[in-house]
């Protein structure tokens, strides 16, 4: 169970991350611009161009939860730091 929820974690950042990115236009042809000169690496850029989507979807998940955890907990202290 417990790698289930790790795996479950990871998924919701990578489905996060895509759906921001897509539905971002400047995120989404940053996405495509990366795939693009990946291709042309020598060796691994193959590979790469694979990889390189999920990355990016990675690092956009990570960004918008960790941005959405700061609105929250920051909100969450404004409302309980009230002196009555």
Do not use: C, W
Not at 37 to 49: D, F, K, M
């Amino acid at each position: 169970m417990h790698g289930l929820s790790i795996v479950g974690t990871a998924a919701m950042f990578l489905a996060g991350g895509s759906i921001n990115g897509h539905g971002t236009p400047p995120l989404h042809h940053l996405s495509e611009y990366l795939v693009e000169n990946a291709e042309h690496l020598p060796t691994i850029g193959a590979a790469l161009s694979i990889v390189t989507p999920v990355l990016v979807d990675a690092v956009i998940g990570l960004l918008a939860a960790a941005i959405s955890v700061g609105i929250f907990k920051a909100g969450l202290q404004v409302l309980f730091s009230r002196k009555h």
